[in-house]
């Protein structure tokens, strides 16, 4: 294992090398439709935690023929956490991790009006090309020109 360490490239940030770990191992073993549940809180910065396991979150994603096809989760309705959450990821944004979310002020001043219990669910349509056409990377079924290669 420790093999696998030293040949990944920066930014080793916690929530990038869980991200890559279970990219490696879990998600390509997931060939019929599979969810993948309660990921870590450190991976889901805008969902709300478990209500049994704080660690976790309120998320899942489905795979099917190895392809992430959607992502839903209960989203994180308080202010103060949201804020805490996105700092941590500036951190992370900041070590290099593009993937990491920058510190949205104006997101968190509208949650302090007031959110009440919401879901998101993504299913996108280029996604479900892609499981309908068996492609391997999504710029080969995006419309957008300038999003190809």
């Known amino acids: 294992m420790q093999e696998v360490w030293c ?25 019929n439709p599979t969810f993948i549940i309660n990921h870590p809180l450190i991976m889901s910065p805008l969902a709300k935690w478990h209500r049994q396991k704080p660690v976790l979150t309120e998320r899942f994603e489905l795979f099917i ?28 944004r900041h070590s290099g991790d593009e993937e990491a979310m920058a510190l949205d002020e104006a997101f968190c001043t509208a949650l302090e009006s007031g959110l009440p219990p919401t879901a998101g669910w993504g299913l996108g349509i280029d996604r479900l090309t892609m499981l309908l056409t068996d492609s391997l990377n999504i710029k080969d079924v995006i419309l957008f020109p300038a999003m190809k290669p």
């Open 65 to 92: 023929n190895k392809h992430e096809v959607c992502n839903a989760y209960t989203e994180l309705n308080d202010p103060v956490v949201q804020y805490e959450r996105f700092a941590e990821q500036l951190k992370d």
């Open 7 to 31: 040949q990944m490239p920066p930014p080793q940030t916690t929530s990038w090398l869980l991200d890559k770990l279970v990219g490696h191992f879990l998600e390509k073993t997931c060939v």
